[in-house]
């Protein structure tokens, strides 16, 4: 039996370092609820990162059983929703859901994972009763990539080709569902325009107004915590000169930034432009596998989210 009731759930979806952060605090201020068990604030986001703990705890499980994990590029096998472990995360997910948002009208919640996992949450939308709508956080790859440098050490290359796959694979699976495209600097120079963009693309009414919450979403979207805030390289062959970019990947990531409209305070997809870019770098794929991460170290669910581990035997028994 559903739990919810005419629930409306807003997922904030987009590639780490793209304003998935921003946007969520944004909605927290307005009053969406985002649930219990968010993860803690780091020295990377002194002002938190907004994402759900569950979620975050299941996507690493998921991604462990699939042999992958955060820092990869390549798209998940093509049967990997059939696998047997799937409607048990399902289940999960569905559970802690109800148990958080009962009852609200409005919530949401973040994590850059579902970028690759979406596919697994119709059916827990569906569970609960709940109408998804999606917001897809956009920011200059070339902005992303000099955040990934500082804050990870990962090469410019890399970081153009963890883009765009996230990136690709969040526009596909939120295709044809209700979504909205939000830049990242266009929340911090104009959260008010914004909030009220998303509030009537998506049919949504905000339990805070901006009014009463602009001091605190004025102290919270603090410019100056803008990570590499340098101006992006405006063109592929800039990159290459500056950043020695394979020419390639400049050319697929800035095309792609624009197709979904970067640049824009009220951007618009252009689906035939991003499905040829998916075409060449689906075909590219065997040439690119040089640059292709290793899984980290040491990387377990208590080094993502304390408290997870409660979570490890089940959740990556089949890895």
Known sequence: MNTYTSSVALCVLGMRRSGTSAIAGLLHYLGVDLGKDLMPPGPDNPKGFWEYGHAVAIHIGMLEVFSTYDIDFLPLAGNWLNHPDIPWYQEYLANALRRDFSGKRLWAFKDPRICRLLPVWPAVFSAIGADPRF????????????????????????ALLLWLGHTL????HTRGRRRMVVAYEQVLSDW???????????????PNSAASAA????????PALRHNRAAPMTTPDLAVAVHGADRRLAVWAFDLHR???GGSANPAVKE???????HEVDQALPSLMHWRLPRPAGQRFATEYKGAERMVDRTTKSA
Request: no cysteine; net charge negative; aromatic share 4%.
């Open 272 to 278: 035939t432009d991003v499905d040829r870019i998916r």
């Open 135 to 158: 917001i897809l956080a956009l920011r200059h790859p070339d902005e992303v990539a000099g955040s990934l440098l500082a804050r990870s050490g990962i090469g410019y290359n890399e």
């Open 215 to 222: 001091k605190e979403i004025n102290a919270f979207l603090d």
């Open 259 to 261: 197709s979904l409209g």
């Open 169 to 172: 694979e969040a526009e596909l």
């Open 192 to 206: 008010r325009g914004q909030a009220a963009r998303i509030a009537t693309g998506l049919g949504v009414n905000w």
